[in-house]
């Protein structure tokens, strides 16, 4: 099978590729990217490239992605000359396009943010009074394109939102939404074959730090009732949207219960303690759904685990004492050093979040991340 886009992601799926019997072709736009070495196969190009895009398909009976900056027009007419990719295009749209999802969501009753698609110079009147109707100034996002937080904005006050809006509008559409109230942030991670069984992992809480996931936390801290909403909420929009593979649901934890962020129909940041911490990791069960096998369990393997990114501070530690750190497991996805770039990841599995809390960071921070506790 194909992957496009290479990466860390795409570097796990690697990991995992062999033990479910797929041979792994991926598609890169430089040869030292991180997800070479775990490869079968490698082929350079760009995801946007046809001509590139093409030769991974005549490599591969099916193909997935790593990443969400993708043609999607383009996806459409591979598609329709026969190319099976997992999740397809239909399906990849809500997660390209935050206007897409925002509006469908919307229409088939899911619960998001309130929310106005700006597409037109008429379209900004929306924002004249904002604040006065919705109590704050909206939060701003491009439609398409930004990850990690790039792309979100929170203007101060609606004047700023107009001028705001104006310039993310020069380079397509934007999302003008409430700014809700976040009592916390979780993730949902289902897995959905071929034949429409789906199955949730455990719910993760999810702490960012400059609008970048920071740490993982397994349980998530809710009550059960609200962690089943989620399992049933994720499981409805996987099958809404078609989705083949594994899928997160970003979820905001509201004062009027949870909302929908973001999906990521591919294995996500918040699903990288499965490695350690279930019966199957994500990355096993999204190769398994997307080749047409059966899914494996999801059960966890344990009471607690906590995952850290690192991300590239301004002078590099040491990975060995990373990981000579006591009960973590250390990621390193081989990249050069890089400051803000995503390095590794540090997780450690056990009965006591509070506990492994402590020794992920004390890892993570001995190899050389800018992120920070959340307070
Ligand atoms: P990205 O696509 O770059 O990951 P998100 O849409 O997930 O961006 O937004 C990044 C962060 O901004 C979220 O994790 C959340 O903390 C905050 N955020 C996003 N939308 C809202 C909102 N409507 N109200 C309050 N905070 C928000």
């Given at each position: 099978m194909?992957?496009?886009?290479?990466?860390?992601?795409?570097?796990?799926?690697?990991?995992?590729a062999?033990?479910?019997?797929?041979?792994?072709?991926v598609?890169?736009?430089?040869?030292?990217?991180?997800?070479?070495?775990?490869?079968?196969h490698?082929?350079?190009?760009?995801?946007?490239?046809?001509?590139?895009?093409?030769?991974?398909?005549?490599?591969?009976?099916?193909?997935?992605?790593d990443?969400?900056l993708i043609?999607?027009?383009?996806?459409?007419?591979?598609?329709?000359?026969?190319?099976?990719?997992r999740?397809?295009?239909?399906?990849?749209?809500?997660?390209?396009?935050k206007?897409?999802?925002?509006?469908?969501?919307?229409?088939?009753?899911?619960?998001?943010?309130?929310?106005?698609?700006?597409r037109?110079?008429?379209?900004?009147s929306?924002?004249?009074?904002?604040?006065?109707?919705?109590q704050?100034?909206?939060?701003?996002?491009?439609?398409?394109?930004?990850?990690?937080?790039?792309?979100v904005?929170?203007?101060?006050?609606?004047?700023?939102?107009?001028?705001?809006?104006?310039e993310?509008?020069?380079?397509?559409a934007?999302?003008?939404?409430?700014?809700?109230?976040?009592?916390?942030?979780?993730?949902q991670?289902?897995?959905r074959?071929?034949?429409?069984?789906?199955?949730?992992?455990?719910?993760?809480?999810?702490?960012?730090?400059r609008?970048?996931?920071?740490?993982?936390?397994?349980?998530a801290?809710?009550?059960?009732?609200?962690?089943a909403?989620?399992r049933?909420?994720?499981?409805?929009?996987?099958s809404?949207?078609?989705?083949?593979?594994?899928?997160?649901?970003e979820?905001?934890?509201?004062?009027r219960?949870?909302?929908?962020?973001?999906?990521?129909?591919?294995?996500?940041?918040?699903?990288?303690w499965?490695?350690?911490?279930?019966?199957?990791?994500?990355?096993?069960?999204?190769l398994?759904?997307?080749?047409?096998?059966?899914?494996?369990?999801?059960?966890?393997?344990?009471?607690?685990?906590?995952?850290?990114?690192?991300?590239?501070?301004?002078?590099?530690?040491?990975?060995?004492?990373?990981?000579?750190?006591?009960?973590?497991?250390?990621?390193?996805y081989g990249?050069?050093?890089?400051?803000?770039?995503k390095?590794?990841?540090?997780?450690?599995?056990?009965?006591d979040?509070?506990?492994?809390?402590?020794?992920?960071?004390?890892s993570?921070r001995?190899?050389?991340?800018?992120?920070?506790?959340?307070?």
């Amino acid at each position: 099978m194909g992957v496009v886009g290479g990466g860390q992601l795409a570097r796990m799926m690697g990991d995992d590729a062999h033990d479910v019997g797929v041979e792994l072709t991926v598609l890169v736009t430089a040869a030292d990217d991180s997800a070479v070495e775990t490869a079968d196969h490698v082929l350079l190009g760009a995801a946007d490239d046809e001509s590139a895009l093409r030769r991974l398909i005549e490599t591969s009976d099916v193909v997935t992605f790593d990443h969400e900056l993708i043609d999607l027009d383009m996806l459409v007419r591979l598609e329709e000359q026969g190319v099976v990719f997992r999740p397809s295009p239909r399906a990849l749209r809500y997660s390209v396009d935050k206007a897409v999802q925002r509006e469908e969501f919307t229409a088939a009753g899911f619960p998001v943010p309130y929310c106005h698609v700006i597409r037109s110079d008429a379209d900004l009147s929306v924002l004249d009074d904002w604040s006065q109707m919705h109590q704050n100034p909206p939060v701003l996002k491009a439609a398409r394109g930004g990850y990690d937080g790039r792309g979100v904005l929170f203007p101060v006050d609606d004047t700023d939102a107009m001028q705001l809006a104006r310039e993310l509008l020069a380079r397509g559409a934007v999302v003008a939404e409430e700014r809700v109230t976040l009592l916390s942030e979780v993730a949902q991670l289902v897995v959905r074959s071929v034949h429409g069984e789906v199955i949730a992992y455990p719910l993760v809480t999810t702490l960012q730090s400059r609008g970048m996931c920071a740490e993982v936390q397994f349980p998530a801290d809710l009550d059960e009732d609200v962690q089943a909403q989620a399992r049933e909420l994720s499981a409805k929009i996987a099958s809404h949207i078609g989705l083949v593979g594994v899928m997160a649901v970003e979820l905001f934890v509201t004062p009027r219960g949870l909302l929908i962020n973001e999906l990521a129909l591919r294995p996500h940041n918040s699903g990288h303690w499965t490695i350690e911490g279930t019966a199957t990791s994500q990355f096993a069960n999204h190769l398994r759904a997307v080749t047409g096998q059966e899914l494996g369990a999801s059960t966890a393997l344990c009471a607690a685990a906590v995952m850290v990114n690192v991300v590239g501070a301004d002078t590099p530690g040491s990975l060995e004492s990373a990981r000579a750190t006591a009960g973590v497991t250390v990621h390193d996805y081989g990249k050069s050093w890089r400051p803000g770039r995503k390095l590794a990841h540090v997780t450690a599995v056990g009965d006591d979040v509070a506990a492994l809390h402590v020794r992920t960071w004390v890892s993570a921070r001995a190899y050389g991340t800018n992120t920070r506790e959340a307070s």
